[in-house]
């Protein structure tokens, strides 16, 4: 059983940075397919990007591409996600997920974080 806890999130004016982060205990760490997601008020959860197990493939979705950055520390048991340019619309709970597979499915992922809320004042 792998736990997730995400840490980072907070209140930023648009334009600012943040920077996430998602230890993980319980498992191996380095197997996973790790992937940020997010959920805005009223709206479903959505894919944001993920990193492979080695590190050396990302995908982001469009609306974040350019502006976030998935990272990953396989000695620390941690992903992080920088997100500079930071926009209203940004604002949202971000989950951090593991999974098996590479994929952008929520629902392909196993084990989830708690959450950490962002919030972008315009």
């Known amino acids: 059983q792998v736990q997730l806890v995400e840490s980072g999130g907070g209140l930023v004016q648009a334009g600012g940075s943040l920077r996430l982060s998602c230890a993980a205990s319980?498992?191996?760490?380095?197997?996973?397919?790790m992937g940020w997601f997010r959920q805005a008020p009223g709206k479903e959860r959505e894919f944001v990007a993920y990193?492979?197990?080695?590190?050396?493939?990302?995908a982001y979705a469009d609306s974040v591409r350019g502006r976030f950055t998935i990272s990953r520390d396989n000695a620390k048991n941690t992903v992080f996600l920088q997100m500079n340019s930071l926009k209203s619309e940004d604002t949202a709970i971000y989950y951090c997920?593991?999974?098996?597979?590479?994929?952008?499915?929520?629902?392909?992922?196993?084990?989830w974080g708690q959450g950490t809320q962002v919030t972008v004042s315009s």
């Open positions: 997920a593991s999974a098996r597979v590479v994929r952008v499915t929520a629902n392909s992922y196993e084990y």
């Open positions: 319980g498992g191996s760490f380095s197997i996973y397919t």
């Open positions: 990193i492979t197990r080695s590190g050396d493939i990302t």
